[in-house]
């Protein structure tokens, strides 16, 4: 036997994510959020995109700081300015 699966569209996801998380979150917030993979949907031809129930329960809707983050190599590459400047400051003192 075939279990059924619930199925959602993007608007009744939305709603259901909206409940979940306690704030708003609209389609095009949901479409931002499967782009980021932090959703997962199921392709229905061409132009639809449907939601089961288990990959909305499972989704990830907390906040995230806006903008890009800094890179692991750029993280480095100021740790040792940083360093460097001490080293200097030190060594004038």
């Known amino acids: 036997m075939i279990a059924e699966k619930k199925l959602f569209t993007p608007k009744e996801a939305a709603k ?3 409940e979940k998380a306690g704030r708003e979150i609209n389609v095009n917030r949901l ?3 499967r782009r ?3 959703v997962k949907s199921t392709q229905l031809g061409y ?3 449907l939601y089961t129930l288990k990959d909305l329960e499972e989704a990830d809707v ?3 700081k806006a903008g890009r ?3 692991k ?3 480095d590459d100021d740790t040792v300015k940083r360093e460097a400047i001490k080293k200097e ?3 004038v003192q």
């Open 16 to 18: 259901f994510l909206r």
């Open 36 to 38: 980021a993979g932090k």
């Open 73 to 75: 190599k750029a993280l």
């Open 62 to 64: 907390s906040l995230s």
């Open 69 to 71: 983050k800094p890179s």
């Open 89 to 91: 400051q030190n060594h």
């Open 31 to 33: 479409g931002q959020l």
């Open 47 to 49: 132009n639809e995109t």
